[in-house]
């Protein structure tokens, strides 16, 4: 009897223990989930607290007298004259008028420092535009330099250096007061490329490069990696050689990307050569990073298929072929689309490779083509955080959430069509 209770004294203690382990090991999960959601939450709030004043731009608006008198151009048919003109004068009248004090010398040219790089680009181009506004006055809305910028955005925040001088901060003050200076919408960083201005900076070159370069890499990776996982799973006979072709193609998984891009650039562009920093090379290197993600994925969706659906096609007469293309790949086709949207998201996010192959080139104009100069997003995102103008700085962090809501509408869109498509057996 005594034994008894020793032995079920020893399976209480033993329970105990077990449940005490089976508690820690959960709290352990529990921890680890809460950890990731935090550094997660960490990640979005630094970005979206960087990165929302970069959709917000700040501009002046002023009543602008096209004295062709002012700008040197009485005759605007002569071509000698549109090159010698001076557009930004009118837009410093203008703006003197707003600011009476600035009446010496050194204080203009301070006052002329409010505005951005480009600001007589408007005035040439709506004369280009319509001539018959010479001499007439117009409301027109110019960029702010970065300087003034920052500090209508960023007065407050101690992470930025404001550059302006007390006076200019007095000044600023007094315009956007009045309702001269005034920030809206961003709507230019998403419809110009890039420039050497924070305020004229977009990215929609960038964009468009990244989806001319991501067209490439589905053309190519998609039907390629479907066409070897079948080969390798359905068709291919155990031996060594497939299983040294095997065993490449999952080391090609864990090989780092820039290891492509030197590839890209020695066959690519020093052997076959072809130019750099175009959408088709780009399309071309990421194809191959992506091509062990989707034929590794695709075979785990082949072999997910149950081998009934195999024995009962071929049990009616269907051919190896037909079992193959009528039964498994329809069947298999949600489990790859899913590994393939994954991998094509994984290659949007890329930018060691394509900085090898000359996609970090400075482009201003929107891509038109696949053989037409352009960058992308994870390159634009470089580009301005490693500049020293301020500007830039926001503007990289919005172009990240712009390149993590599209990483996230793909990624949604795999977990969407696989719910959709996916059968259970």
């Given at each position: 009897m005594t034994d008894q209770r020793s032995q079920a004294e020893i399976v209480r203690k033993s329970l105990k223990r077990r449940y005490r382990k089976e508690r820690r090991f959960r709290l352990y999960g529990i921890l680890a989930i809460f950890i990731a959601l935090a550094s997660l939450f960490i990640l979005f709030a630094d970005i979206i607290s960087k990165g929302h004043t970069g959709f917000v731009k700040t501009t002046i608006t002023l009543d602008v007298s096209l004295d062709s008198g002012l700008m040197y151009l009485d005759d605007p048919t002569d071509k000698d004259q549109w090159?010698?003109?001076?557009?930004?004068?009118?837009?410093?009248?203008?703006?003197?008028?707003?600011?009476?004090?600035?009446?010496?010398?050194?204080?203009?040219?301070?006052?002329?420092?409010?505005?951005?790089?480009?600001?007589?680009?408007?005035?040439?181009?709506?004369?280009?535009?319509?001539?018959?506004?010479?001499?007439?006055?117009?409301?027109?809305?110019?960029?702010?330099?970065?300087?003034?910028?920052?500090?209508?955005?960023?007065?407050?925040?101690?992470?930025?250096?404001?550059?302006?001088?007390?006076?200019?901060?007095?000044?600023?003050?007094?315009?956007?007061?009045?309702?001269?200076?005034?920030?809206?919408?961003?709507?230019?960083?998403?419809?110009r490329g890039d420039s050497r201005e924070p305020a004229n900076a977009g990215v929609l070159g960038a964009i468009v490069g990244s989806l001319l370069t991501m067209l490439v890499t589905?053309?190519?990776?998609?039907?390629?990696?479907?066409?070897?996982?079948?080969?390798?799973?359905?068709?291919?006979?155990?031996?060594?050689?497939t299983d040294f072709i095997e065993v490449n193609i999952n080391n090609l998984a864990a090989v780092p990307s820039i290891i492509f891009g030197l590839l890209g650039l020695a066959v690519f562009i020093n052997l076959f050569g072809m130019p750099r920093s175009v959408p088709v090379v780009g399309g071309l290197v990421l194809a191959l990073m992506t091509l062990p993600t989707i034929i590794i994925s695709s075979r785990a969706a082949i072999k997910s298929v149950p081998p009934s659906?195999?024995?009962?096609?071929?049990?009616?007469?269907?051919?190896?072929?037909?079992?193959?293309?009528?039964?498994?790949?329809?069947?298999?086709?949600?489990?790859?689309?899913?590994?393939?949207?994954?991998?094509m998201a994984q290659a949007l996010g890329e930018t060691a490779p394509l900085l090898l192959i000359g996609m970090v080139a400075f482009i201003v104009d929107v891509p038109d083509g696949l053989f037409s100069s352009a960058t992308v997003l994870p390159v634009q995102i470089y580009l301005w955080a490693s500049s020293s103008e301020q500007g830039f700085v926001e503007l990289a962090s919005a172009a990240i959430m712009v390149l993590l809501t599209f990483m996230i509408i793909m990624n949604a869109l795999a977990i969407w069509l696989r719910k959709r498509l996916e059968r259970r057996w």
């Open positions: 090159s010698n003109a001076d557009f930004k004068a009118p837009i410093l009248v203008a703006l003197q008028a707003q600011v009476p004090e600035a009446a010496g010398a050194a204080e203009k040219r301070e006052l002329g420092r409010f505005l951005g790089t480009f600001a007589d680009s408007e005035i040439r181009n709506l004369l280009t535009k319509n001539p018959g506004l010479l001499n007439t006055t117009q409301t027109i809305e110019f960029p702010t330099h970065d300087r003034v910028s920052v500090y209508v955005k960023h007065a407050d925040n101690p992470r930025y250096s404001i550059k302006l001088s007390e006076q200019q901060q007095r000044w600023v003050d007094e315009l956007v007061q009045k309702g001269i200076i005034d920030t809206s919408f961003n709507d230019v960083l998403f419809s589905l053309a190519i990776s998609f039907p390629v990696g479907i066409a070897a996982a079948v080969y390798l799973e359905e068709f291919a006979p155990q031996n060594k050689l659906i195999r024995e009962a096609a071929e049990g009616v007469g269907a051919s190896k072929m037909q079992v193959v293309l009528h039964h498994v790949v329809p069947l298999a086709m949600p489990g790859m689309l899913t590994g393939s949207i994954i991998g």
